[in-house]
């Protein structure tokens, strides 16, 4: 299977086929992903949490982003990555972001950047990036990188007024030049209005059923991010138990002196040889 272009997307939207779209932050995960079907996969600055044991995003750098895309990259060659902007990579300057997203492309090749939020300053960035040639996913509702304002991790537009407020900035990062919109924790109806009236793929994370596809964090729904779950994940799998298991399993076989002992797990040597070198 070729990586998928806008194209391919757009026509999946027409067909009503969800696009289904998950993060990855390195080679092994991202070549399963493919080999699962996965049409998307974000290198999600979320790899602050999942990969480096940081408790925010804020900390992720260009360089951990720019190192994380390409191992994802080499991991799915196939298939049509988002490489994520983090924190103060596109908040200063048009120019800043341009280079920042640019670098994604350069050294890593992405399909495409996404960045957050949807005010005036966010659709200036978005027209620029996209002027320069490359594809922009916007990102609204729960942004973590505004978390202090949004008053921390919790679902957005919960009320008539923070729903309308959210519907807009959709239409602001559409009108800004978006080829996608990603709309995270936020009830299903603002989830089907935003997608209902947007003429580019809507994808939806905690954000209801009826948007164009949908995104986990992949460490979520395997089980293996456990210092806290949202309520929209649903849990595929408990690899982190069977991860633990099986570590457990080592350290109590190589204490015992059980491993490796059987011939299946060493290397062996022809009897003659062995006297000529023990000699
Ligand atoms: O960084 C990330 O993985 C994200 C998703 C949680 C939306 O931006
Ligand atoms: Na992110």
């Known amino acids: 299977m070729a990586r998928k272009t806008i194209n391919d997307f757009a026509q999946m939207v027409s067909k009503g086929e969800k696009i289904v779209y998950l993060t990855a ?7 399963m992903q493919e080999k699962a079907g996965v049409d998307m996969i974000l290198v999600g600055d979320s790899l602050g949490m999942v990969t480096l044991g940081y408790d925010t995003t804020f900390p992720v750098t260009m360089d951990d982003m720019v190192r994380h895309c390409q191992a994802v990259r080499r ?3 196939n298939t049509f990555v988002v490489g994520d902007m983090p924190y103060m990579s596109y908040q200063t300057s048009n120019e800043q972001a341009i280079a920042n997203a640019g670098r994604l492309i350069k050294e890593a090749d992405v399909d495409a950047i996404k960045l957050e939020g949807g005010g005036p300053m966010i659709a200036e960035r978005v027209k620029a990036i996209q002027q320069a040639g490359i594809l922009v996913m916007g990102h609204i509702g729960l942004t973590p990188q505004l978390m202090g304002q949004i008053g921390g991790y919790k679902a957005q537009g919960r ?3 923070a729903a309308m407020k959210i519907v807009d900035q959709a239409k602001v990062v559409e009108a800004a030049g978006a080829f996608s919109i990603l709309v995270e924790g936020v009830p299903a109806a603002v989830g089907k209005a935003i997608t209902e009236r947007a003429g580019i793929p809507i994808l939806g994370i905690g954000a209801g059923s009826y948007t164009h596809g949908q995104l986990l964090i992949y460490a979520d729904m395997v089980g293996m991010y456990d210092n806290f ?3 929209f994940v649903k849990k595929y799998a408990n690899v982190g138990e069977v991860l633990t298991n099986a570590f457990k399993e080592y ?3 190589v204490r015992a002196a059980q491993f490796p002992v059987d011939a299946e797990h060493t290397y062996g040597m022809k009897e003659a040889d062995v006297k000529e070198f023990l000699a």
Do not use: M, N, Q, R
């Not at 932050?25 to 070549?31: E, F, G, I, M, P």
């Open 159 to 161: 009320s008539a007024a």
């Open 251 to 253: 350290v109590a076989e």
């Open 25 to 31: 932050y390195d080679y092994l995960t991202a070549k």
């Open 229 to 231: 779950t949202p309520k």
């Open 75 to 77: 991991g799915a060659p």
